[in-house]
C-alpha cells in the first residue's frame, strides 16, 4: 500500500527553537510537498521538491526551509519557531500525471 | 492572489439529497483538477479527478461536471449519506508547474441522518 510517513502526529516545541518535521515516502514519487492547514484558510503550500536537493517556495515559505537529500525523504524545518507557525502540517508525495498522497499531518503548537 | 476559489464554505444536507460544491480558477494553465475528501485526524485523500478534455466525469456517486469556458467545475454527491460528513477540497495543477497542487479553502460537509 501507498505509503507517505509523517515522523510525528503531535509536537511540542517552545518559541525560538529549531523544528524539524520529517517526512519519508515509499513510491517513488518525484515530487514531494509541505502545507499547512489552517482552519478557514485551506491547504496552503509552503515549499515542494521536484528532485532530490531540488526545492521550490511555495506561497508561504517565510520563516521555513526544506532539505531533500535522499528522494524519499523531505524536511520541513522551521528555523525559529514562533506561535504563529502552530498549525497542521501535511506533507504529500506525487508522481506526474497522478495523484497525490498525503500523509496523515503533524499538529504542531508552538508555546 | 486566490487561484482556486470554492464555495460553499460550509454545507449541511440531510441523508438521501444532493450535494453540490463548486470551484473556479483563474489560470488557464491548469489541465488537473482533483477533489481530495479530508476525515478528522486524517491526511486528505483523493476522491475523483478530471481533466478539462471531458466535461463530466461520474463515479459511483460522486461526479465532476467541468465547464472550460467559464473556468469552473464542481462536485455533486448523490444520495448524500452521513458516512459522506468530512470537508472537501478542490484544487488544481498545471504540467509546466511541476504538478503543484493549488488548493481551494475547502467545504465542511455535514449530512444529517
Known amino acids: 500500500d501507498v505509503k507517505v510517513t509523517q515522523s510525528s502526529r503531535y509536537l511540542v516545541k517552545r518559541t525560538g527553537e529549531k523544528v524539524f518535521l520529517e517526512c519519508v515516502q515509499d513510491m517513488d514519487h518525484e515530487n514531494m510537498f509541505w502545507y499547512r492547514q489552517d482552519p478557514g484558510l485551506g491547504l496552503r503550500l509552503i515549499y515542494f521538491s521536484y528532485d532530490v536537493k531540488m526545492k521550490e517556495k511555495g506561497d508561504i515559505p517565510e520563516g521555513y526551509s526544506v532539505s531533500r537529500e535522499k528522494k524519499e525523504r523531505f524536511s520541513l524545518i522551521l528555523e525559529s519557531a514562533s506561535t504563529n507557525q502552530t498549525s497542521m502540517y501535511l506533507c504529500?508525495?506525487?508522481?506526474?500525471?497522478?495523484?497525490?498522497?498525503f500523509g496523515q499531518g503533524t499538529r504542531l503548537t508552538v508555546v | 492572489q486566490q487561484q482556486v476559489k470554492q464555495s460553499p464554505q460550509s454545507l449541511i444536507v440531510q441523508k438521501g439529497g444532493i450535494s453540490i460544491i463548486n470551484c473556479a480558477y483563474e489560470n488557464t494553465a491548469f489541465d488537473y483538477f482533483p477533489w481530495y475528501q479530508q476525515f478528522p485526524g486524517k491526511g486528505p485523500a483523493l476522491l475523483i479527478a478530471?481533466?478539462?478534455?471531458?466535461s463530466e466525469k461520474k463515479e459511483g456517486r460522486f461526479t465532476i461536471s467541468f465547464n472550460k469556458s467559464a473556468k469552473q467545475f464542481s462536485l455533486h454527491i448523490m444520495d448524500s449519506q452521513p458516512g459522506d460528513s468530512a470537508t472537501y477540497f478542490c484544487a488544481a495543477s498545471a504540467q509546466g508547474s511541476n504538478y503543484k497542487l493549488t488548493f481551494g479553502k475547502g467545504t465542511l460537509l455535514t449530512v444529517n441522518p
Open positions: 504529500a508525495g506525487l508522481s506526474a500525471g497522478t495523484e497525490a498522497f
Open positions: 478530471i481533466r478539462p478534455d471531458v
